[in-house]
């Protein structure tokens, strides 16, 4: 598995992690319209992380020869945001959402890449100190 994949993946499972966390917590408070909100933003979080890696990967690995394919490309990325837009807006108008659990949703993704991050970084540094160590 790459690196970038592996990102991914690790992202992918601390924002299920939060999200799973943040059930568990609303649902026993009895606040289903908090929960609600919360599983509402985390897969919007989720489908937008979702478009920004596709974006990544197919702005850094195709050759610069893009035309055609390209303009439409972007053309269905739009329409597929254009299209969280307008689920978005039905939620909110017309489901019994709470708008800072739709928000904390949306943090969900963000808070699950910094988290892979800070456990990525503290195995890394926990595996390359005992690798110096050993060196000298």
Do not use: C
């Not at 499972?13 to 919360?38: E, T």
């Not at 972007?74 to 489901?95: D, N, P």
């Not at 943090?107 to 390359?128: A, D, E, N, P, W």
Request: net charge positive; charged share 15%; aromatic share 12%.
């Amino acid at each position: 598995m790459n690196e970038r994949e592996q990102f991914v993946r690790g992202t992918l499972m601390g924002a299920l992690g939060l999200v799973v966390a943040g059930l568990v917590v609303f649902g026993a408070f009895g606040k289903w319209d908090w929960a609600l909100g919360l599983a509402t933003g985390a897969l919007v979080g989720l489908f937008s992380f979702g478009l920004i890696v596709s974006t990544v990967v197919r702005l850094t690995e195709r050759s610069a020869s893009r035309s055609r394919g390209q303009r439409y490309w972007w053309i269905r990325s739009i329409l597929r945001l254009l299209g969280v837009a307008i689920i978005v807006f039905f939620v909110i108008v017309y489901l019994p959402v709470n708008l800072i659990g739709m928000a904390l949703g949306l943090l969900t993704v963000q808070l699950g890449m910094g988290g892979y991050f800070i456990v990525r970084s503290s195995f890394l540094h926990r595996s390359t100190t005992g690798m110096e160590d050993r060196q000298l």
